[in-house]
């Protein structure tokens, strides 16, 4: 189940590859680490296509080959980085878009050429990576085509087809819904304590302030009382883990950890 709840993984991107008819393509972070396309035919001057394929670039080269697209649709994909031209069937990109040194690394075969046995107008397929999770970015920014065939007036001939280009926007900007004091802090401190919480924020971090020497530099045990801090988080949190056991800070020898609770 999708987590709508969070933004930073739900961002979405709308953008039309436009020609004789136009086509909208939308890409959703889906919140499980892929990315869900949607190819919809936009009816232009009552024009419409049979949708063939989707080529796309994609950002990152390393990630390529670990790339895969499911859809119930989807009918063949091809990855390889700049080497991605013809899906088979007729449906091919070859020469029309690209130039030759920058080959699409993406490509999704959309039912059958023609719309003898399937007239697509509509389909959607994820993206997703064998081992990295996927955001806006990987094809924010990219060059997109899109291959239709039976192209023409509808409930007329549509013996057209079309090879039709355009480029993805920037991926819109993530948003910070949870206050975080981490990210909202002004950098550089030297690790005093802000006086107050910024405004909106209602906790503090402590682990995570400042840098070494500041009285919070450590995130398990927090900053101690006996060394002139204020606060002992190891002591409060006597769950705390290292390497799965059970470890208190030792007030007898401040800074010390210990399995030892009996010092408690
Ligand atoms: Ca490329
Ligand atoms: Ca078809």
Redesign the pocket.
Known sequence: MTDMTNPITARSMSFIIEGEVNVEVTVTENGEGGLTFTVDVLTKNGMIG???GLFFDFANPGLVDGLMIDGEMVTNTQFEYDGVSNLGGGVNIKGDLINNTDLFDAGAR???????????QFTTFTLTHGSEPLTLENVANMDFAVRL??VGEIGGSRDGSLKLGGTSPDAPAIEDPVDDVVDDLPSGGGGDLPDNPPPGDDEFDFGDLGGPGDGFDDPLLGDDPLLGGELDFGLSDPSTTIDGGLLVDNPLDPGVITDDFSIL
């Open positions: 049979d949708l063939n959309l039912g059958t050429s023609g719309m003898s046995k399937d007239d697509i065939t039976s």
